[in-house]
């Protein structure tokens, strides 16, 4: 399996007990297809470079996640088809930073 770290902007009219089943939402959604979560929660409210669906603010998140390759796709899809998610960026940590969960 392969480490990934993954930025999240959710939508920022989100209540904190919204943006907490949505944490849980997306950590599901690893785990569901055999990855595992090393650490994810929110990074901070900012706003952006540019407007987002007519938001200039974002909730954003950070996570560490370990998937295999296979399943990067699936999660992708599925996060697109999430309304509260404005952005989302996966990208595939260097070797010499992996490490097992």
Same mark, same amino acid.
């Given at each position: 399996? @392969?480490?990934?770290?993954? !930025?999240?902007? =959710?939508?920022? &009219?989100? /209540? ?6 949505? $944490?849980?939402?997306?950590?599901? /959604?690893?785990?569901? *297809? ?8 929110? %990074? #901070?409210?900012?706003? =952006?470079?540019?407007?987002?669906? +007519? ?11 370990? !998937?295999?390759? &296979? ?7 599925? %996060? #697109? *088809?999430?309304?509260? $998610? *404005?952005?989302? *960026?996966?990208? @595939?940590?260097? +070797?010499?930073?992996? @490490?097992?969960?």
């Amino acid at each position: 399996m @392969k480490r990934y770290e993954v !930025m999240l902007i =959710l939508n920022p &009219d989100m /209540s904190d007990a919204d943006i907490e089943s949505q $944490i849980s939402k997306i950590k599901d /959604s690893v785990i569901k *297809l055999k990855g595992k979560v090393a650490e994810f929660g929110v %990074w #901070q409210r900012r706003r =952006l470079a540019y407007p987002i669906n +007519k938001f200039k603010e974002g909730v954003y998140l950070l996570g560490d996640f370990q !998937m295999p390759e &296979d399943i990067v796709k699936g999660v992708s899809e599925e %996060w #697109q *088809l999430d309304s509260k $998610i *404005l952005r989302f *960026l996966i990208s @595939k940590k260097e +070797k010499e930073k992996e @490490k097992e969960i």
